[in-house]
């Protein structure tokens, strides 16, 4: 038992100070640790409530921007302080809503500065780098999101033949600020499908001429275009979830949520019914005349796919146990982070077809 306790004991410990070092990246102060704390080091500091939606929303974001500068606390500190809790210290510095982020220039000596960016990584990042001269650990991603104009509106969604997603906000409006992140990685979900979607915003603060045309009142205000010019208001939930499923339902896409690929995306039904009767069979000559038949189906297919079945067809004749070993091959390469976007698609919609070549034949044993 005493043995089972020190053990336990010892868990708690490094659990304990595993999460220590986690919080540590972002600090999180009170009254009586504030002004010490900071003393004479930059300091952005986020001043939430733990009721509070968008304090939820930020919460990983300003994580990540902790662990973006962390090792670096003697030279610039991504703190935060429970106003709610500590409400003298936001009232000491006129907090009257959540989150509010002050730059604190020179600890509390100086006068915060009052944070009023883009509330995602990069500009956070950015901010904090420009005002410290500290460089952030983040490898910076291209934009995804086209930036539309006046100009360019009618080229880019009108006559693209193309399905747009299109948001027009506004620079100062707290939604647009707080849906930014996660338009970037619908964005960047769909960068594979730029000749079907685009996924575009608007500064309609400034391309007035096309948010009056489409009656933009408020932000953000998102609307879908489709291929053929009809246009429609987007009134969706604001998860990237909830994108993809109106994107992929209205576009024919079929992306999952990080960017890969639908189990069935680049399958055919025809060709799957052919597999399968493939896989089921017992008989050698019966499966070479099945394979024969789909090599011809798909050779009359214009489906891009179609080309992997009649490889996969001629392959599973010919090599015993094929099927398996070519889908953990395939599997092996799509996890492998460094492979090539656009070739990651490819391996995908391999991958979906041979599972449909790997499936267990089916006992010959009667059944009891």
């Given at each position: 038992?005493?043995?089972?306790?020190?053990?336990y004991?010892?868990?708690?410990?490094?659990?304990?100070?595993?999460?220590?070092?986690?919080?540590?990246?972002?600090l999180?102060?009170?009254?009586?640790?504030?002004?010490?704390?900071?003393?004479?080091?930059?300091?952005?500091?986020?001043?939430?409530?733990?009721?509070?939606?968008?304090?939820?929303?930020?919460?990983?974001?300003?994580?990540e921007?902790?662990?973006?500068?962390?090792?670096?606390?003697?030279?610039?500190?991504?703190?935060?302080?429970?106003?709610?809790?500590?409400?003298?210290?936001?009232?000491?510095?006129?907090?009257?809503?959540?989150?509010?982020?002050?730059?604190?220039?020179?600890?509390?000596?100086?006068?915060?500065?009052?944070?009023?960016?883009?509330?995602?990584?990069?500009?956070?990042?950015?901010?904090?780098?420009?005002?410290s001269?500290?460089?952030?650990?983040?490898?910076?991603?291209?934009?995804?999101?086209t930036?539309?104009?006046?100009?360019?509106?009618?080229?880019?969604?009108?006559?693209?033949?193309?399905?747009?997603?299109?948001?027009?906000?506004?620079?100062?409006?707290?939604?647009?600020?707080?849906?930014?992140?996660?338009?970037?990685?619908?964005?960047?979900?769909?960068?594979?499908d730029?000749?079907?979607?685009?996924?575009?915003?608007?500064?309609?603060?400034?391309?007035?001429?096309?948010?009056?045309?489409?009656?933009?009142?408020?932000?953000?205000?998102?609307?879908?275009?489709?291929?053929?010019g009809?246009?429609?208001?987007?009134?969706?939930?604001?998860?990237?979830?909830?994108?993809?499923?109106?994107?992929?339902?209205?576009?024919?896409?079929?992306?999952?949520?990080?960017?890969?690929?639908?189990?069935?995306?680049?399958?055919?039904?025809?060709l799957?019914?052919?597999?399968?009767?493939?896989?089921?069979?017992?008989?050698?000559?019966?499966?070479?005349?099945?394979?024969?038949?789909?090599?011809?189906?798909?050779?009359?297919?214009?489906?891009?796919?179609?080309?992997?079945?009649?490889?996969?067809?001629?392959?599973?004749?010919?090599?015993?146990?094929?099927?398996?070993?070519?889908?953990?091959?395939?599997?092996?390469?799509?996890?492998?982070?460094?492979?090539?976007?656009?070739?990651?698609?490819?391996?995908?919609?391999?991958?979906?077809?041979?599972?449909?070549?790997?499936?267990v034949?089916?006992?010959?044993?009667?059944?009891?």
């Amino acid at each position: 038992m005493l043995g089972k306790k020190i053990l336990y004991g010892a868990i708690a410990t490094v659990l304990s100070f595993a999460a220590t070092v986690a919080a540590d990246n972002v600090l999180a102060l009170t009254p009586k640790d504030f002004d010490k704390s900071i003393g004479s080091t930059p300091a952005l500091v986020e001043f939430y409530a733990p009721w509070c939606g968008h304090c939820k929303n930020l919460a990983p974001i300003y994580e990540e921007l902790g662990e973006a500068f962390s090792g670096k606390q003697d030279k610039v500190k991504i703190v935060k302080v429970d106003a709610d809790a500590h409400r003298e210290l936001g009232s000491r510095y006129d907090v009257k809503g959540f989150p509010t982020l002050k730059w604190f220039p020179k600890g509390v000596e100086g006068e915060p500065e009052d944070y009023t960016g883009g509330r995602d990584l990069d500009s956070l990042s950015s901010f904090v780098t420009k005002k410290s001269g500290v460089k952030s650990s983040i490898v910076k991603v291209i934009p995804a999101v086209t930036v539309l104009t006046d100009a360019t509106f009618e080229s880019e969604v009108l006559k693209s033949g193309k399905s747009a997603l299109v948001e027009f906000y506004a620079p100062w409006c707290g939604h647009c600020k707080n849906l930014a992140p996660t338009y970037e990685k619908v964005a960047q979900d769909f960068s594979n499908d730029k000749n079907t979607v685009l996924i575009a915003n608007v500064d309609a603060t400034v391309e007035k001429k096309v948010a009056d045309k489409y009656g933009v009142t408020g932000y953000p205000t998102i609307k879908f275009f489709t291929a053929d010019g009809k246009v429609e208001d987007y009134n969706g939930g604001r998860s990237e979830q909830d994108f993809l499923d109106f994107i992929n339902a209205k576009a024919g896409t079929q992306r999952v949520v990080g960017g890969g690929l639908h189990p069935d995306a680049g399958r055919i039904a025809e060709l799957d019914l052919l597999a399968q009767q493939f896989v089921k069979s017992q008989d050698k000559d019966e499966k070479k005349s099945i394979s024969e038949k789909a090599i011809e189906a798909a050779s009359k297919l214009t489906h891009a796919s179609a080309k992997y079945y009649g490889r996969f067809f001629e392959k599973a004749l010919s090599t015993e146990n094929y099927a398996a070993t070519e889908a953990a091959r395939l599997a092996k390469i799509i996890k492998n982070k460094s492979v090539n976007k656009a070739r990651l698609d490819e391996f995908s919609i391999r991958h979906n077809i041979i599972t449909v070549f790997n499936a267990v034949a089916p006992s010959t044993k009667d059944e009891l």
